[in-house]
């Protein structure tokens, strides 16, 4: 829990510690706060540019409240793309047939973890899905057409330069997509044509965000 953090980083000055994702409230605490919202937003324009009509999908799975702003960019980002949408909302691998009844073909899979019997069910159904991990590329590479990606890994970097820098200072390191630490992935294994389609998509959403155009209103369904 955060208080036993605290406790720890109150009794170990010397050492920092890194809540992820978390909120700090200590000098020797760094907290991690991604902003799901905006690589939602690239994930939804992505998908809005493969989509042959307005009908989004959200296919929902277990995981944290960092989905739920994910879904807030998701559907900016596929708006942007379709002013008019029909959205079905579906849950786990009974939920795409949900969605597959409504006719939806590509929908995002809300999830913390990979669950076999959905990327089963989306393979039979034949709907493509847009992934909240870069390794579910690898579970289901027919089903998949593009990952959200939190580079954890960089993240923790820049924490560890200011640390072996003497600069470091317990605070919230917020990372937006200027900061290169989120991104989506495109399937590599797409057709070429539809690779360059997605390729475009994504490269007109990053432009919208950093010219500060988009904004998040909720999701509106």
């Known amino acids: 829990s955060d208080t036993m953090l605290y406790s720890v980083a109150n009794a170990f000055p010397k050492t920092v510690f890194v809540l992820l994702p978390g909120r700090v409230h200590a000098e020797n605490v760094a907290g991690i706060q991604f902003l799901p ?32 702003p994910l879904e807030e960019g998701y559907v900016a980002g596929f708006k942007s793309r379709w002013r008019r949408m029909r959205v079905t909302v579906g849950e786990g691998a ?34 493509q899905l847009v992934v909240t ?37 317990g605070r919230v390191f917020a990372f937006d997509l200027g900061s290169g630490v989120l991104d989506v992935v495109i399937n590599p294994a797409l057709a070429p044509d539809i690779r360059a389609v997605a390729e475009e998509a994504l490269e007109d959403a990053r432009a919208e965000i950093t010219a500060g155009l988009v904004e998040f209103d909720g999701l509106g369904l």
């Not at 579910?136 to 560890?160: G, I, K, N």
């Open 37 to 68: 919202e905006e690589v939602g937003y690239l994930a939804g324009a992505v998908a809005g540019a493969l989509s042959p009509d307005g009908r989004l999908g959200l296919l929902r799975g277990g995981g944290q409240p960092w989905l739920e």
């Open 94 to 127: 009974e939920g795409v047939w949900e969605l597959s009844s409504a006719g939806v073909l590509l929908s995002l899979y809300a999830a913390d973890g990979a669950d076999p019997e959905v990327f089963a069910a989306a393979h039979n159904a034949g709907i």
């Open 133 to 169: 991990h870069p390794e579910f590329l690898d579970a289901a590479s027919d089903t998949v057409v593009a990952a959200v990606d939190f580079d954890v890994a960089e993240a923790m970097l820049r924490v560890s330069r200011e640390v072996r820098d003497h600069t470091f200072k």
